[in-house]
């Protein structure tokens, strides 16, 4: 079994140049950035019960993203000190992001190719941010992923909610009305609830939901306790005894 959708790669491989375009086809993305790589920071931190008063505290830990696109939160994690692979099914999406890390002077280990077909290897981290809802199936999707975890390691998700808000925002105005992404992005039926997702990740320690919030007057993203719309989940992978 394969977890890549092959419509999903095409869709995503076809916006491949507009990776780095704060204005372009990932804006939204852009936006959500500093909320995601700041909840990222604190709970990989507090996870491996380090302080992150120096430049870059997640030195000495691995980290794999999953479906990292063009490397809009591999770049930070590497800056941050973590050994990063990058990992995408979007050969185009692998190319447009080894370019940017190449021009920004960073060391990443870029990958073509899917979670079940990765490896051997093992990762302190794995993250898997706004993929779910791109996968073929999520529960190979998720044991895929959490395989790639060494003992005591951290998985951190974040997805779509499937809830009306969640499609009259991510769907309706963001790709029909404001245009913010391209229409066809987001598939409703493929949206993931954290209940579903729990049931997924259930190799692991789970915790969970976190709700994200869009302010439309601010244009900005924030941590809350609603997670009817974007939320993380996090999983624990238990230590050896």
């Known amino acids: 079994m394969t977890t890549i959708d092959p419509a999903e790669i095409d869709k995503f491989a076809r916006l491949a140049d507009a990776w780095w375009d704060p204005k372009g ?4 993305l852009h936006r959500m950035n500093p909320v995601r790589l700041a909840f990222l920071r604190e709970r990989i931190l507090a996870h ?6 120096g430049r870059r505290p997640l030195a000495g830990l691995s980290l794999i993203d999953l479906g990292c696109g063009g490397g809009l939160v591999t770049e930070p994690m590497t800056r941050l000190g973590a050994q990063v692979t ?4 979007a050969e185009e999406s692998i190319r447009a992001a080894s370019a940017h890390a190449a021009a920004m002077g960073l060391d990443i280990d870029y ?6 077909s990765f490896g051997p290897a093992a990762f302190d981290i794995v993250l898997a941010l706004e993929i779910v809802e791109h996968v073929a199936d999520i529960h190979a999707f998720c044991d ?3 395989a790639l975890l ?4 951290l998985m951190i998700v974040s997805t779509i909610n499937r809830t009306l808000a969640a499609r009259a925002l991510a769907i309706t105005a963001a790709e029909r009305l404001l245009r913010w992404v391209p229409h066809g992005t987001h598939d409703y039926a493929k949206l993931v609830t954290p209940e579903e997702l729990r049931g997924a990740l259930h190799a692991l320690d789970v915790e969970g939901p976190f709700g ?3 302010n439309p007057l601010d244009g900005r993203w924030r941590m809350s306790g609603d997670a009817s ?3 993380f989940m996090t999983g624990a992978k238990r230590a050896r005894s």
């Open 212 to 214: 994200m919030s869009f």
């Open 48 to 53: 491996f019960g380090r302080d992150g008063a």
């Open 111 to 116: 990958r073509v190719g899917s979670a079940e």
């Open 150 to 153: 060494k003992p005591g390691g």
């Open 229 to 231: 719309m974007n939320y």
């Open 144 to 146: 895929a992923a959490a």
């Open 25 to 28: 086809a990932f804006a939204p």
């Open 86 to 89: 990058g990992l995408d099914g």
